[in-house]
């Protein structure tokens, strides 16, 4: 059997972004910030505004997006007829359940092997699947209620479980009794020199703030048009109210051509303004 990797799926739904009513729902790497995400792609916060999470690497690095088919960026499921790249057996009751997208440690054959799942506020759900857990491959999940401290649940999933084998996606969940994870940390830990980690469609109770409503205010700035000697030198002053000593500097310059346009930015707050442009010797 050719060597493959272990991918993580997590959900189980083929729709871009799913939002349910009052929470953020499956995630699915279909689309990322509204486009179609490229193999090879960085993820790190890019989620966490609606879904409240965010990606990186044990190492350091970030996870990167993967896509279905050739090249292989996870695992290869191996069929009588031909071998499938990042694809689930077409046996597995769940085949045609996921997208083209998914997220990939490193897209490095036995690359780093794990990725930190980091909530924006605790939840008490997550759940998903894993994939293609077979040979000598064990994933093992962890949720913590800080950075990789305290543990408040752990999944181990090897070969030979119920639901593994060649292309087949494992059920995998957490449910607490309060909110109290903060973090979720996958690593494959088997024999298996070409394991890695991948999700896709990830689920939890994570319940987004309200969001912030849309503020527009529209400043004017006084647009002043210059008309003089070339290269002579002015003075621009304005004043809020007309009389004789109320009269400030706003700029001096040498005119570089005539006429010449000059913009007062610092009218945006006042509600009208007067100019004059004063010939210095």
Do not use: C
């Amino acid at each position: 059997m050719n060597p493959k990797h272990v991918k993580l799926l997590v959900g189980g739904l083929s729709a871009a972004v799913l939002v349910a009513v009052g929470r953020a729902s499956v995630l699915d790497f279909e689309t990322v910030n509204g486009l179609v995400p490229m193999e090879g792609m960085s993820i790190s916060n890019q989620f966490q505004a609606q879904f409240g999470i965010s990606f990186r690497r044990a190492d350091g690095g970030y996870p990167v997006i993967g896509r279905t088919g050739v090249p292989r960026a996870s695992f290869v499921v191996v069929t009588p007829e031909l071998d499938l790249y990042d694809t689930l057996h077409p046996d597995d009751p769940r085949a045609n359940q996921f997208g083209d997208f998914f997220l990939t440690d490193d897209g490095v054959v036995g690359g780093t092997k794990q990725i930190i799942v980091d909530f924006a506020a605790p939840v008490a759900k997550a759940s998903g699947y894993l994939l293609d857990i077979d040979n000598s491959e064990r994933m093992r999940i962890t949720a913590y209620s800080d950075d990789g401290v305290t543990e408040v649940g752990e999944i181990v999933l090897a070969a030979g479980d119920v639901e593994t084998g060649n292309g087949r996606s494992t059920p995998w969940s957490f449910e607490r009794p309060t909110a109290d994870i903060r973090q979720i940390r996958f690593k494959e830990t088997g024999a298996s020199s070409n394991a890695n980690v991948a999700f896709d469609d990830f689920d939890s109770s994570y319940v987004p703030p309200p969001q912030q409503p849309a503020a527009l205010d529209v400043r004017m700035a006084a647009v002043l048009s210059i008309t003089g000697d070339v290269g002579r030198p002015y003075r621009i002053e304005y004043a809020e109210h007309l009389a004789p000593d109320n009269w400030l500097v706003l700029t001096n310059l040498f005119l570089p051509n005539s006429p010449f346009v000059l913009t007062d930015y610092t009218s945006t707050s006042s509600t009208h303004r007067y100019y004059r442009a004063v010939s210095l010797p």
